[in-house]
Protein backbone atom coordinates (compact mmCIF):
# COMPACT_ATOMS: atom_id res chain seq x y z
CA UNK A 1 0.00 0.00 0.00
CA UNK A 2 1.00 3.32 -1.09
CA UNK A 3 -0.50 6.83 -1.19
CA UNK A 4 1.09 9.69 -2.34
CA UNK A 5 0.30 13.20 -0.28
CA UNK A 6 0.65 16.65 -1.97
CA UNK A 7 0.40 20.17 -0.43
CA UNK A 8 1.24 23.26 -1.69
CA UNK A 9 4.29 25.19 -0.41
CA UNK A 10 5.59 28.95 -0.54
CA UNK A 11 9.17 28.74 -1.99
CA UNK A 12 11.89 32.05 -2.15
CA UNK A 13 14.00 31.40 -4.97
CA UNK A 14 17.05 34.05 -5.32
CA UNK A 15 17.28 35.89 -8.98
CA UNK A 16 20.86 35.21 -10.78
CA UNK A 17 22.22 37.96 -9.32
CA UNK A 18 20.38 37.49 -5.46
CA UNK A 19 21.32 35.41 -2.63
CA UNK A 20 18.91 33.07 -1.09
CA UNK A 21 18.84 35.27 2.28
CA UNK A 22 17.78 38.43 -0.07
CA UNK A 23 15.13 36.61 -1.88
CA UNK A 24 13.61 36.02 1.86
CA UNK A 25 14.00 39.42 2.74
CA UNK A 26 12.34 40.47 -0.34
CA UNK A 27 9.19 38.98 0.30
CA UNK A 28 8.42 37.33 -3.32
CA UNK A 29 7.06 33.84 -2.55
CA UNK A 30 6.96 31.37 -5.26
CA UNK A 31 3.68 28.53 -4.65
CA UNK A 32 4.84 25.33 -5.95
CA UNK A 33 3.34 21.83 -5.41
CA UNK A 34 5.52 19.25 -3.54
CA UNK A 35 4.35 15.77 -3.32
CA UNK A 36 5.43 13.04 -0.88
CA UNK A 37 5.02 9.82 -0.73
CA UNK A 38 4.17 7.97 2.21
CA UNK A 39 2.32 4.48 3.26
CA UNK A 40 6.11 2.45 3.25
CA UNK A 41 4.68 0.73 6.05
CA UNK A 42 1.22 0.13 7.47
CA UNK A 43 -1.01 -1.26 10.13
CA UNK A 44 -4.65 -2.60 9.24
CA UNK A 45 -7.71 -3.70 11.05
CA UNK A 46 -10.94 -4.35 9.55
CA UNK A 47 -13.88 -6.87 8.99
CA UNK A 48 -15.13 -9.20 6.64
CA UNK A 49 -17.25 -11.55 5.01
CA UNK A 50 -17.33 -14.35 2.35
CA UNK A 51 -20.31 -16.27 0.89
CA UNK A 52 -19.56 -20.04 0.02
CA UNK A 53 -20.93 -20.92 -3.27
CA UNK A 54 -19.30 -24.12 -3.20
CA UNK A 55 -16.00 -25.63 -1.97
CA UNK A 56 -13.02 -23.46 -1.64
CA UNK A 57 -14.75 -20.53 -3.52
CA UNK A 58 -16.82 -17.62 -3.04
CA UNK A 59 -17.22 -13.88 -3.16
CA UNK A 60 -16.24 -11.43 -0.37
CA UNK A 61 -16.31 -8.12 0.90
CA UNK A 62 -13.98 -6.69 3.48
CA UNK A 63 -13.44 -3.44 5.27
CA UNK A 64 -9.97 -2.02 7.23
CA UNK A 65 -9.29 0.62 8.78
CA UNK A 66 -5.34 1.30 7.70
CA UNK A 67 -2.55 3.83 9.24
CA UNK A 68 0.25 4.78 7.02
CA UNK A 69 3.57 5.18 7.92
CA UNK A 70 6.89 7.24 7.54
CA UNK A 71 4.30 10.57 7.46
CA UNK A 72 1.02 9.02 9.58
CA UNK A 73 -1.68 9.40 7.30
CA UNK A 74 -4.71 7.50 7.89
CA UNK A 75 -7.12 5.35 4.92
CA UNK A 76 -9.88 3.43 4.83
CA UNK A 77 -10.10 0.22 2.34
CA UNK A 78 -13.31 -1.41 0.71
CA UNK A 79 -12.40 -4.21 -1.17
CA UNK A 80 -14.98 -6.99 -3.18
CA UNK A 81 -13.46 -9.97 -4.81
CA UNK A 82 -13.58 -13.54 -5.10
CA UNK A 83 -11.57 -16.01 -3.72
CA UNK A 84 -10.64 -19.22 -4.55
CA UNK A 85 -8.57 -22.18 -3.04
CA UNK A 86 -9.37 -21.84 0.44
Not at 9 to 18: D, G, K
Not at 31 to 53: D, K, N, R
Amino acid sequence: MQADYKQNVQVFMPTATQTAAAAYLANNPTTVTAWEVTGQSFVAAGLGTMYAIGAGHGPFIELKYMELFTQVSPGINLQLGYAVGF
